[in-house]
Structure formats: structure tokens, C-alpha cells
């Protein structure tokens, strides 16, 4: 079975445009959560959607947006890109919106430069 | 959130059995303990989890302390391919997880 894939795997973008990251998640899984990973950090929480709702979201400006979609892939959508947003963004897929005990599976990431 | 206190680093020789600690004295009794790691220019891998007895799995076993306030992860036989940076976990209910920065384990061949 294929993992959680996401593409771009690499994209270059100047500060003020916006981009769009897309995520596929495991076949079956119906929760998609977005993280965000600066380089030497560990990855910082931006949203998570379950059957299309977001149930979930952190602490991030309204430049950061996201969807789900019927078929439960996902988009995040960043606007007026600044410096501060490159980094490693990472989806994870899981089972449903978690309680305590569920695991989540990561993608490889997008990694975004902003220069 | 909850907070887990790991050390920075650690270094293990290979095929040698690594014990990687975790301090979580804010604990409370719903917290599932979980364990991810992140592999060089990976995402983050689900590498084991419990609650409250211990748990082994084909990847690690996770030693829970009696009073939960702090947990081990044990590598039997570390391999080169060990070699990540392992994050220790909170999951209070229904929340997202919450990442610190980590231990780094190093293995040696």
C-alpha cells in the first residue's frame, strides 16, 4: 500500500506569493493533520481535518489555510509568504480524529524555500 | 500541553542495546505516552506507544515507571539504520501531537 504522499517535494517561491502543498493520505484513513518543521526544530502543529471539518489548529497566522477534500487529500495554502515560512511542511494521515492511543503516518514533506 | 524533558544526545555503539529516557512528571492519568522518530530528510515515524504497562513491538520496547512519571525507550540491537532523532510524547485525549526537539541518538559502528 502506498504511504502519505505529498507534492511538491521541493519548491522555491519569493516572499508574497502564495503556495499550495497537496497530501494524499493512506487509503482508508480519514484524518489529515499539517505540521510545520524549521530546520533544528521539532514540527509545530498547523491543522487538522477530519471528514472535512477542521477539527483542529495552531498557532499560526490566517496567511495559513487548508482543505479536505471528498476523497480526504488535502491542501495547504500559505499567502504572503515570508522569509520565516521556509521550512519542512509535513502531512500526516490516521485512522479518524485521534483520541490518545492513535498513531499517525507522516509523508516525506514538502520542503518550501522563500527567498 | 504536557511537557517531556529528553536529553540532547546520545551516542550508542552498534548492535548494542540503547536506552533512551524520557521525564513526563506533569502527567495525568489519560496521557498515552508515544514515541516518534525522524530519520535524516524523512518524515516522522510511529515508533511505539502505552499507557500505563509496558509494550513491546518488532521496533523497541517503551518501559512506563510504576508512578508514569517518566518512560524508556529500549533499542535491543541498535543498527546504523537507528540513527535519528526520537521524540517523546504527550497525547492528552484529542489533541494534536506535540513535537519537542528530541534526543538525537548517534550509533557508532
Known amino acids: 500500500d502506498a504511504g502519505v504522499t505529498q507534492s511538491p517535494t521541493h519548491l522555491i517561491k519569493t516572499r508574497g506569493q502564495q503556495v499550495t502543498l497537496r497530501c494524499s493520505p493512506i487509503s482508508g484513513h480519514k484524518s489529515v493533520s499539517w505540521y510545520q518543521q524549521v530546520l533544528g526544530q521539532g514540527p509545530q502543529f498547523i491543522f487538522q481535518y477530519y471528514e472535512k471539518e477542521e477539527r483542529g489548529r495552531g498557532n499560526f497566522p490566517d496567511r495559513f489555510s487548508a482543505r479536505q477534500f471528498p476523497n480526504y487529500s488535502s491542501e495547504l495554502n500559505v499567502n504572503a509568504l515570508l522569509l520565516g515560512d521556509s521550512a519542512l511542511y509535513l502531512c500526516a494521515s490516521s485512522l479518524s480524529s485521534p483520541p490518545g492511543a492513535n498513531v499517525l503516518t507522516f509523508g516525506a514533506g514538502s520542503r518550501l524555500t522563500v527567498l | 500541553d504536557a511537557k517531556t524533558t529528553q536529553p540532547n544526545s546520545m551516542e550508542s555503539n552498534e548492535e548494542e542495546p540503547v536506552h533512551l529516557p524520557c521525564n513526563h512528571s506533569?502527567?495525568?492519568?489519560?496521557?498515552?505516552i508515544h514515541w516518534y522518530r525522524q530519520l535524516p530528510s524523512q518524515g516522522p515515524e510511529y515508533v511505539i506507544h502505552?499507557?500505563?504497562s509496558n509494550v513491546n513491538n518488532r521496533m523497541a520496547s517503551l518501559a512506563i515507571a510504576e508512578d508514569r512519571k517518566s518512560s524508556t525507550l529500549i533499542l535491543h540491537r541498535a543498527t546504523l539504520r537507528d540513527a535519528a532523532v526520537y521524540y517523546c510524547i504527550l497525547r492528552p485525549g484529542n489533541t494534536p501531537l506535540v513535537f519537542g526537539k528530541g534526543t538525537r541518538l548517534s550509533v557508532i559502528a
Open positions: 506533569t502527567i495525568s492519568g489519560t496521557d498515552y
Open positions: 502505552g499507557l500505563t
